[in-house]
RNA sequence: GCACCGGUGGCGAAGUGGCUAACGCGCUGGUCUGCAAAACCAGUAUUCGCGGGUUCAAUUCCCGCCCGGUGCUCCA
């Protein structure tokens, strides 16, 4: 299948092939690891992973290079507020970043590349940008590019920079530098930062530099797709764009690919807003793992998806219903004949899937046509018209949804008691939803005991005295359910 | 201020120059239940920010206005 992407390089969708006619390689931008993930990071990571995911779906092979960005200015000043080195720092915002990423179930880049091991690499691409003169050293040691020897510059922002490079000057002793608009390559370190000893003098990476130099290292001159949040297409990927192509003298990326920035709550997000959220905060508030991968992926990427809690709630009744589904359609019982109607509308749900995935990543018309599916095959185990061949039809077409998805699986449970162990270790317990709280005292054989000591109640018809246990533990967040075959429960 | 994107039912949203304006949640009613919960079924926007224009026909195209967001000195 054709699959068609928004490239904002040429701000038309566009076909999305792999170069080499089997494996995409891409670049996405990582985190900077100074704090914990918020939701505005995960969206854009998440919306990668819906497209990597899909992308492997429809038979391509991914090369995906993530960055770690692993030393810059706020990390340098934060390491100094905690009195120590950068590279004791950062380690433990790595793996947060990264346990995240396994909550929210988003695969692992095939490469992951942390900039300060990369520093050769950097130093050698500036090499070559200085001996063609698009990069300068500056009287404190640093180094700049200059942004006058790249004409296209601007080409994927679409800003018209053609006043600065002619090649009038700004002034430069305010700078330092030849125009305002150079940027940095290498920065030379003031009072006893750190710094690595290279050919261009002491200093450390810019931040663009990295990009430019881990991406060609394992991508190649030229590759298939670059991404991240729609904020980094200027400065930051205008920027890799001049170094990259200024030292390679050819395309770099060929699709850009931005992922739109979300609103909380109506608001844009902000720490002064006060709706402002990492991930583990709201596991803490008690919001599952899956639901916040799925409001966050459900809104194609290219929409200001608003994310309200009342948006999370709905989530996860939505997943309950599709697990609901798909745990019954493996134990329904079925006819011999073929629900020939349903056959054909779970054949239209598994197209109508790919294809809405196809035009654009529209993660909300793919999904719609899941529930379609949903719906349909309800009603025909209602009628008791499921055919034992509409069985293997129906889970295929699940498999490719949650393929892509991946929400079918619950996981829910060990990630919010990951998130408590957490909170307990970092002195943290009093963000802690005071349901979850309870909850934790609350071992399984206790929740047994008491609904075996309701069932009792129930079978001498002492309803108050049921109803009652039923009553205490809802409110530690426990779900009583009384079905045919016995009582069943979950923690909400 | 300049540039770009968006404004669809109670909420989140898809979509289209003309077919009953998807889907999820919510709500209402029903089945089931001691009552619930869960699950399922049914119903739930004469209408797509406001005003004008183009057209046989506009929510969909154009213009203006209002509102929200993003970028314009490293926030996904």
């Given at each position: ?33 100074y704090d914990y993930g918020h939701i505005g990071n995960f969206r ?187 904020d ?29 920035f979300l609103l909380v709550e109506g608001r844009k997000m902000s720490k002064s807003e006060g709706n402002f959220y990492t991930l583990r905060d709201l596991l803490l508030k008690g919001y599952?793992?899956?639901?916040i991968?799925?409001l966050l ?7 200001q998806l608003n994310f309200t809690f009342e948006g999370l709630a ?105 998130a408590?162990?957490?909170a307990?270790?970092e002195?943290r317990l009093d963000q802690v939803a005071p349901?979850l ?56």
């Open positions: 299948m054709t699959i068609r992407l928004f490239n904002t390089l040429s701000g038309r969708v566009e076909e999305l092939s792999p170069a080499d006619g089997r494996t995409i390689r891409m670049y996405a931008c990582g985190p900077t690891v854009t990571f998440l919306q990668v992973d819906v497209l990597r995911r899909f992308l492997r779906l429809e038979g391509l092979e991914t090369r995906h290079v993530m960055n770690i960005t692993d030393v810059d200015d706020k990390i340098i000043r934060n390491a100094a507020g905690a009195g120590v080195p950068i590279g004791e720092y950062t380690p433990r915002y790595e793996q947060a970043f990264f346990e995240d990423l396994d909550a929210l179930e988003v695969e692992k880049p095939e490469i992951v590349a942390r900039a300060t091991e990369h520093i050769p690499s950097m130093v050698a691409l500036i090499e070559r940008l200085a001996a063609q003169d698009s990069a300068y050293r500056t009287e404190d040691g640093s180094w700049y590019f200059r942004i006058a020897s790249f004409p296209a510059y601007g080409k994927l922002s679409k800003k018209d920079f053609s006043g600065i490079a002619d090649g009038a000057r700004v002034d430069v002793d305010e700078y330092d530098k030849d125009s305002a608009r150079d940027f940095a390559l290498w920065k030379s370190p003031k009072d006893g930062e750190y710094h690595w000893q290279t050919e261009l003098g002491p200093g450390r990476p810019g931040w663009h530099i990295e990009c430019s130099a881990m991406a060609t290292e394992y991508l190649g001159d030229d590759f298939d797709l670059h991404a991240g949040g729609e980094l297409m200027f400065p930051h990927h205008e920027n890799e764009i001049a170094q990259s192509e200024s030292a390679s003298h050819t395309t770099f990326a060929r699709h850009w690919f931005h992922v739109r599952k793992a899956s639901a991968r799925m992926i459900s809104v194609p990427y290219r929409q709905a989530e996860t009744g939505a997943i309950d219903r599709l697990r609901t589904f798909h745990q019954r359609v493996r134990t329904a019982p079925t006819v011999s004949a073929l629900n020939a109607e349903l056959a054909s509308e779970t054949a239209r749900a598994g197209e109508v899937f790919c294809e809405a995935l196809a035009n654009d990543l529209n993660t909300a018309e793919a999904r719609a046509a899941v529930f379609d599916l949903v719906r349909a095959g309800n009603a025909a185990m209602d009628a008791g018209t499921l055919g034992a061949e509409n069985v293997p039809q129906i889970l295929e077409v699940l498999s490719r949804f949650d393929r892509v998805f991946a929400v079918l699986e619950d996981h829910d449970v060990e990630w919010t008691r990951f408590l162990d957490w307990e270790r002195g349901e709280l309870a909850q934790r005292d609350l071992s399984d054989e206790k929740i047994q005991a008491l609904l075996d000591k309701r069932t009792q109640a129930k079978r001498t018809r002492n309803f108050a005295l049921a109803d009652q246990i039923r009553n205490e533990l809802a409110e530690k967040g426990i779900v009583i359910e009384d079905w045919k075959d016995g009582v069943r429960w979950k923690r909400k």
